[in-house]
């Protein structure tokens, strides 16, 4: 069975950076995309920025994230980074790895992590 392992959250200040990390593992055949979503409370989840690895590796970020965030991923890993820079009070979220693919067992995934909250104070 595919797992998802985050790290990386914590509490910073505004303007401050931190750095995600998301490793799937399990008998995983490929993995198409791998993500990053945020879900603030009282609010719906929300993607936050997406590495396609079955399209050379092409991003997708939210509006707002553009030009903050960074996502990166290894596909050769099954590991996908979110560096975040100029942290805002609105980045404060439990934030979310998302990997879907397909594994030599069940077939087709679509996984989440366990979640890491990130806390930006003013």
């Known amino acids: 069975q595919v797992q998802l392992v985050e790290s990386g959250g914590g509490l910073v200040q505004t303007g401050g950076s931190l750095r995600l990390s998301c490793a799937a593992s399990?008998?995983?055949?490929?993995?198409?995309?791998m993500g990053w979503y945020r879900q603030a409370p009282g609010k719906q989840r929300e993607l936050v920025a997406v590495?396609?690895?079955?399209?050379?590796?092409?991003?997708n970020y939210a509006d707002s994230v553009k030009g903050r965030f960074t996502i990166s991923g290894d596909n050769a890993k099954n590991t996908v980074y979110l560096q975040m820079n100029s942290l805002k009070p609105d980045d404060t979220a439990v934030y979310y790895c998302?990997?879907?693919?397909?594994?030599?067992?069940?077939?087709?995934?679509?996984?989440w992590g366990q979640g890491t909250p990130v806390t930006v104070s003013s």
């Open positions: 590495v396609v690895f079955s399209s050379a590796g092409s991003t």
């Open positions: 399990g008998s995983i055949f490929r993995i198409n995309t």
């Open positions: 998302n990997a879907v693919g397909a594994d030599y067992v069940r077939g087709r995934f679509d996984k």
